[in-house]
């Protein structure tokens, strides 16, 4: 049974950072994309980072919201990939989501979601 538990939200200052855990179990992990998405109240789920595999290694894209300011990270030994948001601002408010898939496809068709965890930014 595949697992993604996603760790490390909270509430935190603009300005401030937070590190976001997703914790992978039942498959095997290195053959897997990952991403990160987020849901705000009242808005629709969007895609923060997605990290692929390809020939040359993993390659990550970030949404123009986020780039420069948040970075993903895996570490396939221990089944986790990580998402460091650093500079947060209010608008980063959501619940955020890991995701997993073997095979690249439309944005929000993932085999897997983890159950999410909450980031607040207070301003």
């Known amino acids: 049974q595949v697992q993604l538990v996603e760790s490390g939200g909270g509430l935190v200052q603009a300005g401030g950072s937070l590190r976001l855990s997703c914790a992978a179990s039942?498959?095997?992990?290195?053959?897997?994309?990952m991403a990160w998405f987020r849901q705000a109240p009242g808005k629709e789920r969007e895609v923060a980072a997605r990290n692929r595999r390809t020939g040359y290694g993993y390659i990550t894209t970030y949404a123009d919201s986020v780039k420069g300011r948040f970075a993903v990270s895996r570490d396939n030994a221990k089944n986790t990939v990580y998402l460091q948001m650093n500079s947060l601002k209010p608008e980063d408010t959501a619940v955020y989501y890991c995701a997993a898939r073997v095979t690249e496809g439309p944005l929000y068709e993932y085999d897997y979601w983890g159950q999410g965890t909450q980031v607040t930014v207070s301003s």
């Open positions: 039942g498959l095997t992990f290195s053959n897997y994309n």
